[in-house]
């Protein structure tokens, strides 16, 4: 029963989301744009949250952010996951706001409003999920 | 704004209401409990078993079921002409309310029993513990990253201290408050009075959240009966009615929240006391959400107790404590008196039936006459408010 406990939680497999992992996998960070109003979403969906456009592609974004909230995860959900960890909302440059981590440096030393910048972190399988580091 | 749910208003009371012990409950099902309580409201309102034609239930964690208020319905031998489980979390209580309400004042069941009851402390495997803590967030983009369900409203306090510079303390002094609360009814879980202090050097779970900000694990069962307000006027006890309603819906993913620092409660409060024709100074107590501190933080100021940011102060100011000039959460909320899951703030609501018929012993607010309940589920997403009163006019 311990060996399934040392594994990641991993995002299910959907054909809507993998134009995004591939790009993970890629080391860039790609996010639904809409031909129609040019806005970007996250999470990806089968149509505009702004405009109900139909069109999206996917688009390297920057990578740039801030953090819009943090906090520092004392009692792990798992095995796998080591605590202390962060756990951060990051706005992009772009727009959208994503749930991730944000890794090398002291957790303590994060704080609201700090500027991040995206990296790629094997997540297991082969799966590379985008986590964050300070600038 | 339109006077949502008007021809609602006034016309439908809660008559019967039943907790069952609260706690620890080893060997209890959830089964049994909901059913306990569900006969003790039933008798607490002066009715029969046969007089029922309406049920709804909600589905148990420890013990689910495909069919849920339906099993209950045959456990109990009744034969509703009304019956459904409802599911949306924490939220799931006061949302069946007026689905109920609803339903009695069109004619589709006379007199409607909710019970609810889990055992969130004894009745899980490790196994569903870990999944109920999982299967919060969003599978493919918050889930891998390892939230807690901690984390998820850490990331709430976090913000609103950014942003308006509230202050762990200030968060500590609602587990505090709370805890006066707790101390004065036999029925609560915790009942030892705490500190600032103490919830300041208890274990930090995710930062900024304590464990003395976190709410219990608990088992139990509670249940209320509703019929119209003319059949309430031949029960035993004085009808409390449910004069106003509302919900607002924000968001499933914290991620995916318009604002981290406010919340849909301010369309449901606003909604409610549209209805009620009340507002939030006609209040003499609310039960809010206490899930963590911080969604207590953010109810009071989207419920108009205080405004926007200024939730800290209001604590300071002592208003939350009995005696105050808003005292929350009088029978010790999810944070003292008891946290079984789904059924939680059901306790918020039998409370506050006892309040309004001043049947509250050592708790009593004086000559309350309304009374505001407010129940969130997700993480802040779901939001419904009852305004509740002994008066129908
Ligand atoms: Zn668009």
């Known amino acids: ?135 | 704004m339109a006077n949502p749910g008007k021809e609602l208003r006034g016309k439908v009371a809660i008559v019967g209401v039943a907790d069952t012990e609260v706690g620890v409950l080893t060997g209890r099902s959830p089964m049994d409990l909901g059913v306990e309580a569900a006969l003790k409201a039933i008798k607490d309102a002066g009715l029969k078993k046969s007089d029922i034609d309406g049920l709804i239930t909600c589905n148990s964690m420890a013990q689910p079921l495909m069919y849920h208020a339906e099993a209950t319905a045959e456990y109990l031998q009744i034969f509703p002409r009304y019956c459904m489980a409802v599911g949306a979390g924490g939220g799931t209580t006061f949302t069946a309310i007026h689905h109920a309400a609803s339903a009695i004042a069109t004619g589709m069941a006379d007199i409607i029993v909710i019970a609810m009851a889990d055992c969130m402390r004894s009745g899980l495997s490790r196994e569903q513990a870990l999944q109920v803590q999982a299967s919060t967030g969003h599978p493919e983009f918050e889930q891998p990253y390892g939230p807690t369900v901690p984390a998820y409203y850490a990331l709430i306090a976090q913000a609103h201290m950014a942003e308006f510079g509230t202050t762990q303390e200030q968060l500590a002094g609602i587990a505090v408050s709370t805890r006066q609360h707790a101390a004065n009814n036999p029925t609560a879980q915790m009942r030892d009075l705490i500190t600032v202090d103490d919830v300041m050097s208890s274990r930090m779970i995710a930062d900024p959240l304590h464990l003395l900000d976190c709410s219990l694990v608990s088992d139990g069962g509670s249940a209320i009966v509703m019929c119209s307000a003319e059949r309430a006027a031949d029960l035993p006890h004085d009808p409390i009615y449910i004069m106003g309603a509302g919900e607002g819906h924000n968001h499933e993913h914290i991620s995916a929240a318009r604002s981290l620092t406010t919340s849909a409660a301010k369309e449901a409060g606003e909604r409610a006391y549209a209805m009620a024709g009340l507002q939030s100074s006609d209040m003499d107590f609310a039960q809010l959400y206490d899930c963590f501190t911080p969604t207590v933080l953010v109810e009071l100021e989207d419920l108009g107790f205080c405004t926007k940011g200024e939730g800290g102060a209001f604590v300071d100011s002592g208003a939350l404590a009995p005696g105050g000039s808003l005292p929350v959460n009088t029978h010790g909320g999810l944070l003292s008196h008891s946290h079984a899951g789904n059924p939680g703030s059901m306790f918020a609501l039998t409370e506050s039936v006892w309040q309004l018929r001043h049947t509250a012993g050592e708790r009593q607010v004086p000559k309350a006459r309304h009374g505001l309940v407010h129940a969130q589920g997700g993480i802040m997403s779901s939001h419904t408010t009852l305004v509740l009163s002994r008066e129908a006019s």
């Not at chain 1, 995860?73 to 992009?92: C, H, N, Q, T, W």
């Not at chain 1, 303590?108 to 799966?127: C, I, K, M, R, Y």
Request: proline content about 8%; charged content about 20%.
């Open chain 1, 1 to 135: 029963m311990s060996a399934p406990e040392l594994t990641k939680i991993l995002p299910p497999d959907t054909e809507l989301s993998r134009p995004f992992w591939e790009g993970c996998r890629n080391q860039q960070l790609l996010m639904q744009q809409c031909k129609d109003c040019d806005r970007f979403q996250f999470y990806p969906r089968i149509v505009c949250s702004h405009c109900e456009g139909e069109q999206l592609s996917w688009q390297p974004v920057s990578g740039q952010g801030s953090v819009a909230s943090f906090t520092i995860v004392r009692r792990g959900i798992s095995k796998a996951y080591e605590a202390p960890y962060i756990v951060a909302l990051v706005d992009l440059k772009e727009g959208p706001r994503m749930m991730t981590t944000v890794v090398g440096c002291d957790p303590e030393s994060v704080a609201v409003g700090d500027t991040v910048e995206v990296q790629f972190e094997p997540w297991g399988s082969d799966l590379v999920l985008p986590v964050f580091s300070k600038r």
